[in-house]
């Protein structure tokens, strides 16, 4: 089982993409969090292109790493001049870490164009650069920008770079597709080449080939694969494939793919059962939706809708699942729709361990209010806390928190002049009625406002919970403003998060039916103790 | 150059996406979209399975496709009963479609485990299906369910199917890595395999070996580009990748990826640079944001952000792009917005034939307005009403039809009765202030009504005029119901149909501006000679 060693560069190649910006102690976190996982190198940040990565760089030589080594990232030495006069080669081996990282051309037109010095100084450059930090002990990594492409233009001059880095010292070098353009028959036999060209070398002494790409042609992942399959056994890219533009590689899929897919080792496969959380934890120091689509690791990823599909899986999970799971942490999710029957209902009611405490009675209860609601335009393959409490609702003993008595919504402009929306609500809580009025920035907000008012003194817990998404569509579209609109809620109390729904032709009383679920669902098990 | 002949199934695969539910106006627009960008096959739906789709069917009757051929999919006759009983393969034939589609089963232990039958049955049901349809004169496709597991595990019996189907006189067959599991080099070796067993009917009749591939292990784009290259001449996708789980294969990377990287022949390299714009339409349409992070065609794809990037892009934009953004219709960001450039702004005035009566500082103006818009969450991608009114009312002499002086919606329950909507509108037309009110099935209905009784005294040409679609999308849902709104209003008189926009924090707003659009605009030219 060949040994493959995973580069994780989320803090430096993946926070060029933007809407993410890691502050240094979330960057402390998430470093520990790689190094539990078992990645052999974490890339912390490049010291000479900021101050928060200076820092994180000092703050991390009083935090020792069980598995990973760190390392530090820069550029080779700028042209015609002196390694020992270059502040970011200075600052590189001042971050203290066990591994230097330096990015350096390998493509003639970028020497020519972006340096604008001549072929034989680039060579210079990378062979001063590496042999420079090699003085210091290090291990050093030479990243080749845009090795595929130099490849494709001039081969020779490509291959002359990685000659010169080896010459160096270098402990690797890491072909890079930095356009992520290259197709996999190009990845193929470039890699092969340089493994190839370095076969002597990698017998005398520790040795690697590593690869680099982005997903500018969503193949990312797979001219990672065929890299491997050719010879390299270091893999550099992100969790979640965070990344500038399309983004890097996916480090989550690569792992799984050479894990569960090829059987070679990484971090082990017990690890990899470790890649669904560390994907959502990422998202959300990087504060940033899960993407439900990631392969292996969203929430979608072992979804099943169709009812046909879902009888299937009933039979054999492996007639629409290409593996289980749990090898990654995931959980299969059956989402609950107009396309699924009788068996969706019970494999959802399982899952949330509600199957025992309900009769088959309530089954069938619980499948005609489904079908009643899903007729009516509701769907709750994404809304699994209004399903629960619709469950719990079936149940005889079940005592909501709240009930609504009357409500109002206004929303006006006079004169031409600015949009007020005002809300009121009437709600009985045991045998009290609170009535509360609350503006907003629309129907709905002043709603959610006035709603929360009225619990609050009543529910201290329902302080926390916020909504952090809101989407309506609109059903059968054909009839316009008259047409049955669905409402869609996120909330979360800052730990968990659930999901609402209502549907009606009226988009204030479906907004209100998800508004109310998405109150009554944090406070679904201790209104009952509340209120006896 | 090699043909390669794209299968669209955006509208039966992609469509059993979470969250994606079409009308049948919606798949009937996109059949229209499709056909234009040139696919070969649009895979409508699969008639036998809902009522939409077979209203869908009906309905594409009476429309010409230009391009493309039209085909329904359905599955194999069910074990054990004949061709002639079977209800699935009647609404098939029923459908009037050139081309059917349908799956089957060549992996044994499905036919096992699923089917329940023996595997010869299976193959009987393969080529009487096939047959049967063949016997109506139609063009038959097999798609060949989890064919690369079934090649895995009993490679015989995989085999056996596709013999099978091609005896029974398919004109294609499909391999499908139905579970999206399977590597590059086993989706090669496979497709090889069957390129290689049926070249002798490729010499004797027109046959094609297609693709159909899903993305769980993030491959799905690979493993289509790999068995292009082992051979298949017939790829499927659907536009976005949309589809159930991860989802299918995206067409826009294919197409890309095969018309510019391989140099093959798909709809040709003029319509590539319609990949973008397709892409947007769809997501538009599907009513889900468009992924910024799609390849090729994402907002992001062109989009630069370390500063040592866009400093090389300055000097050549080859150092940090794979292919120049136009080749697929879409721009390097440099702006925040679609529409932004005054290239573009020209480029639509030209389409409505205005630019003749719009001077050069009128240009700029609307092309402030636009920038201004875009960035409150107007999009008038697919609203062009509201762009062309847009642009009118920069011109000097423009008098709008109607002005709107005060409105108030009122929605409420009492008792936890019904929800009931009063609008009160108060408009001015010419020197005429009218006062009305009216309920409805929402606010926006009942807005809708109240607008209409103001003005139908004026314009009885409105009378006709109706809405039929209505859709709203929240745009930084991170900010729940105080969120900014887009609502998009379709409206029809019969004849032509036409789209506006409407933007806001408040619904109701949203709702009102692309209200008004909607009724100013079959007004905008009549207007003027009524109150003179």
Redesign the interface.
């Known amino acids: 089982m060949r040994q493959i060693k995973i580069y994780d560069t989320t803090l430096r190649d993946g926070s060029?993409?933007?809407g993410i910006s890691f502050s240094v102690e979330d960057k402390l976190k998430l470093t520990r969090r790689l190094d539990e996982l078992g990645v052999h190198y974490i890339e912390g940040g490049w010291p000479g292109s900021n101050p928060k990565d200076a820092e994180y760089f000092e703050r991390m030589k009083n935090i020792p790493l069980k598995n990973a080594k760190l390392a530090a990232f820069g550029s080779t030495r700028r042209a015609y001049a002196s390694v020992e006069e270059d502040l970011n080669l200075r600052m590189l081996i001042e971050a203290g870490t066990p591994v230097i990282t330096l990015v350096g051309k390998s493509w003639d037109?970028?020497v020519h164009?972006?340096l604008g010095c001549s072929l034989e100084e680039n060579l210079a450059m990378i062979k001063d650069s590496i042999a420079f930090c090699k003085s210091y002990g290090k291990e050093v990594f030479f990243d080749a920008e845009?090795f595929f492409d130099g490849y494709k233009n001039n081969p020779d001059y490509a291959m002359r770079c990685i000659h010169a880095a080896i010459e160096a010292g270098a402990d690797a070098v890491v072909l890079c597709d930095?356009?992520?353009?290259?197709?996999?028959?190009e990845i193929a036999q470039a890699v092969e080449k340089v493994v190839e060209e370095t076969r002597a070398i990698a017998a005398t002494r520790p040795f690697d080939v590593g690869i680099h790409t982005h997903?500018?042609?969503?193949?990312a992942?797979?001219?990672t694969?065929?890299a491997v399959?050719k010879g390299a056994t270091q893999v550099q890219g992100t969790i979640n494939g965070y990344g500038?533009?399309?983004?890097n590689a996916?480090l989550c899929?690569i792992i799984?793919?050479l894990e569960l897919?090829?059987g070679y080792h990484t971090i082990g496969r017990e690890k990899v059962k470790e890649l669904t959380s560390v994907s959502r934890y990422f998202a959300e120091v990087a504060n940033m939706?899960h993407d439900e689509?990631?392969?292996?690791v969203?929430a979608?990823?072992?979804?099943?809708?169709?009812g046909l599909?879902v009888n299937?899986v009933a039979?054999?999970a492996?007639?629409?699942?290409?593996?289980p799971p749990e090898l990654v942490g995931n959980t299969r999710r059956v989402?609950i729709s107009e396309l699924g029957g009788r068996s969706n209902v019970l494999m959802k009611m399982a899952q949330f361990g509600l199957e025992a405490h309900t009769s088959s009675e309530q089954v069938r209860q619980v499948l005609e209010e489904v079908k009643r609601l899903e007729k009516e335009g509701f769907q709750f393959?994404?809304a699994e806390a209004s399903f629960e409490l619709l469950v719990l609702r079936a149940q005889p003993d079940y005592e909501p928190p709240f009930?609504?008595?009357?409500?109002?919504?206004?929303?006006?402009?006079?004169?031409?002049g600015e949009?007020l929306?005002e809300a009121t609500v009437k709600i009985k809580v045991g045998n009290e009625v609170m009535h509360t009025a609350a503006d907003?920035?629309?129907?709905?907000?002043a709603?959610?406002r006035a709603m929360r008012k009225a619990l609050a003194p009543f529910y201290p817990e329902l302080d926390p919970v916020?909504?952090?998404?809101?989407?309506?569509?609109?059903?059968?579209?054909?009839s316009?403003?008259?047409?049955t609109?669905r409402v869609w809620?996120?909330s979360t109390d800052g730990k968990s998060t659930w999901n609402t729904v209502g549907s009606?032709?009226?988009?204030?009383?479906a907004?209100w039916l998800a508004?109310a679920d998405s109150l009554e669902y944090p406070l679904r098990s201790i209104s009952k103790r509340r209120l006896r």
């Open positions: 060029q993409m933007e037109m970028q164009v972006v845009h930095t356009n992520g353009g290259r197709m996999p028959e997903n500018d042609s969503e193949l992942v797979a001219n694969l065929i399959q500038e533009r399309i983004g996916n899929s799984a793919n897919k090829y939706a689509r990631l392969p292996y969203g979608k990823a072992f979804t099943h809708k169709a599909h299937a039979k054999s492996e007639t629409y699942e290409h593996l989402t393959e994404d009930r609504l008595l009357d409500f109002m919504v206004v929303s006006e402009s006079r004169n031409g949009f929306s907003g920035d629309g129907p709905v907000n709603l959610d916020h909504l952090t998404d809101y989407k309506v569509r609109v059903l059968d579209n054909e316009g403003t008259a047409a609109v809620i996120q009606s032709t009226n988009i204030i009383e907004s508004l």
